[in-house]
Every structure is written in structure tokens, then in C-alpha cells.
């Protein structure tokens, strides 16, 4: 049986994001999805890992973040 991802939706400048977390092994795997308006998704190319899914999720957005030319939350 599967581990069901968790995800965290963000709201940027207008643009609604995802974070998806994944245990990877001893650790997580946050990855970020941008949610288009016609339902559809698109994956970043944004991918971090920590031993805990909350420092992935912050290390994705901190990435996400410097991609947007947006200052730290």
C-alpha cells in the first residue's frame, strides 16, 4: 500500500501553487505544481529535501519564491 502525498496550496502574485511532500527513504520530497485557472497543472522544476516535510515545504517556497523575484515570507 501507497503513502499519499500531502500538499500545501500557496497563493503568489494572483497564482495559486502547490507543494507536494513525499517521504523519500529517511526523508521528504517537496516538489512545486502551479494550478492554471482552466484546471490544468504545471509542474516548476522546483524539487527540495530535508529530513522532515515541513523544512522540505519551506525549502521549495523559499525556491518558488526567489523564482517569483518575491521577498522571503
Known amino acids: 500500500m501507497g503513502i499519499t502525498p500531502v500538499a500545501r496550496e500557496l497563493e503568489l502574485n494572483g497564482r495559486k501553487f502547490w507543494i507536494i511532500s513525499d517521504p523519500e527513504g ?13 484546471g490544468e497543472s ?5 524539487d527540495a529535501s530535508a529530513t522532515t516535510r515541513t523544512a522540505a515545504d519551506a525549502s521549495a517556497e523559499r525556491k518558488l519564491r526567489r523564482l517569483l523575484g518575491l521577498p522571503a515570507d
Open 26 to 38: 529517511n526523508a521528504w520530497k517537496a516538489r512545486v505544481v502551479e494550478l492554471r485557472e482552466n
Open 42 to 46: 504545471d509542474e516548476i522544476g522546483i
